[in-house]
């Protein structure tokens, strides 16, 4: 049994678009390494708290204040802390019981 063979004009259409795709992703490569290097050329210290604040978004997105990442003062912090755990226990439709402990709504 034969089978039949693509046309020539396929087989190139195929190469040319893998070769694109491959060209775009190294372009985009290129262009990342390229824009990290003008970054860290023009920063300073303020890149590196960007960064931490960004990590701390990203772990609790309840928490778009400054004074987590950087506290000015301990009792600042420690408004925050308790800001954010009433934020995160808000969050879920459960209740804490009189020991503090939390239990979902599905198990009273």
Same mark, same amino acid.
């Given at each position: 049994? @034969? @089978? &039949?063979? %693509?046309?020539?004009?396929? /087989?190139?259409?195929?190469?040319?678009?893998? *070769?694109?795709? #491959?060209?775009?992703?190294?372009? *985009?490569?290129?262009?990342?390494?390229?824009?990290?290097?003008?970054?860290?050329?023009? =920063?300073? &210290?303020? =890149?590196?708290?960007?960064?931490?604040?960004?990590?701390?978004?990203?772990? /609790? %997105?309840?928490? @778009?204040?400054?004074?987590?990442?950087?506290? $000015?003062? &301990? +009792?600042?912090?420690?408004?925050?802390?308790?800001?954010?755990?009433?934020?995160?226990? $808000?969050?879920?439709?459960?209740?804490? +019981? *009189?020991?503090? #402990?939390?239990? &979902? *709504?599905?198990?009273?």
């Amino acid at each position: 049994m @034969l @089978l &039949p063979l %693509p046309s020539p004009y396929i /087989c190139t259409y195929v190469r040319n678009m893998y *070769a694109m795709r #491959r060209r775009s992703i190294l372009f *985009a490569q290129e262009e990342g390494r390229k824009t990290q290097e003008r970054e860290r050329e023009t =920063a300073g &210290p303020s =890149a590196a708290t960007r960064k931490q604040k960004k990590r701390v978004q990203k772990m /609790c %997105p309840y928490v @778009l204040s400054r004074s987590l990442v950087r506290p $000015s003062k &301990p +009792d600042v912090r420690q408004e925050t802390e308790r800001r954010v755990k009433q934020a995160i226990f $808000s969050s879920f439709s459960g209740q804490a +019981d *009189a020991d503090g #402990r939390w239990s &979902p *709504a599905w198990q009273r």
